[in-house]
């Protein structure tokens, strides 16, 4: 994985090769990214310009010893930490565990998210966390002296997944880190994360990706014409993972789209037996694609507000949630709009909570009944 191989992010690419190029490398760094901007794929380029062997001025040589074992995602100094699901209770679970796994599916896919990775893993109703145990493994391979690299460095994706008792004994590593290490933090949610590791870490925000090279990007992978990838892009605003859903004929934003009609339309008519139904539906999803559906129905209700205004270029839709907006916008208003975005959002971070789903679903379904009288 090298630099060029990542869309966009020339301004992060150009900071992250100046840092090494001034000595400037930092032991603990936190890539703060949202989904599909490619901060994964960032620390890896990063992790193989700081070992590579002959790096050039604006990316790794791509064809010395080191640069041909970090493509393959096999250099020994390269470690990952990321988020798995135990199997049984009590049994420990490290990433060590899924390494071969998660090798082949970031090599084949790049760009992807946690419920893609859970999906893959296991059957998609849980969600995975990195656990304790972890940390013991951390603390093991850092212990050694490096292979052949500079550095040994340690990516960890999705540390705001991590649990208390991990994030405790990582920060102590964060402290006292061994000599010639560098720790990539790969967050999608850093201000989860325990004040004393952003503290203790050099933040760097990864943007979403501009609409030219995410537009460039997909149309060379999938080969398709550049204005069907550039519709994509921009739907995605900027969100690889989001581009490539977009344009997958069978999607519809992972079935989203459908349910969040049938909601809209049982809450109109008052249905309790179809909210119900609804209800029952979502709730047997994982809990990863529930929190998912509220975050597109949010996204939904602000497109539906917004074009009320009558400003296409402000309003990001595909052409079948057009057509269904088109119809339900006028029910959405001032009036309402900011009290079923909180009843939203309020239902999100019950599931978040581990609130039972089905109690959750169906509470926030009656109370936004209410809205639509107003």
Known sequence: MRFSDIAGQKTIKDHLIRTVKEDRVGHAQLFAGGEGTGSLLLAIAYAGYLNCKNPGDDDACGVCSSCLKIKKLVHPD????????????????????????????????????????????????????????????????????????????????????????????????????????????????????????????????????????????????LELPVEEARVAARLSRGNYVKAISVLDSSRDNSGYFDLFGDMMRAIYTRKIFEIIKWSDSLAAMSRDKIKGFFDYAVSMLRESYVYNFKQPELVYLTPDEEGFVAKFAPFVNEGNIGTMVEELQLAHAHIEQNGNSRIVLFDMAVKLTICFKK
Not at 118 to 128: L, P, T, V, Y
């Open 78 to 221: 390269l470690h990952f930490v990321f988020p798995v699901i135990k199997e049984k209770s009590g049994q420990a679970a490290v990433s060590d565990d899924k390494i071969n796994e998660w090798r082949a599916f970031l090599l084949e896919y790049n760009y992807f998210n946690a419920g893609q990775w859970f999906e893959h893993i296991s059957d998609g109703k849980k969600s995975g966390m990195i656990y304790a145990d972890e940390s013991e493994v951390i603390v093991k391979k850092l212990s050694l002296r490096n292979f052949e690299g500079k550095y040994k460095i340690m990516i960890i994706w999705l540390p705001e997944r991590m649990n208390d008792t991990g994030s405790n004994k990582l920060l102590k590593i964060l402290e006292e880190p061994p000599q010639n290490t560098v720790f990539l933090l790969v967050s999608e949610n850093p201000a989860t994360l325990l004040p004393t590791i952003l503290s203790r870490t050099q933040q760097l925000n990864i943007p979403p990706i501009d609409v030219d090279s995410l537009t460039q990007a997909i149309s060379k992978r």
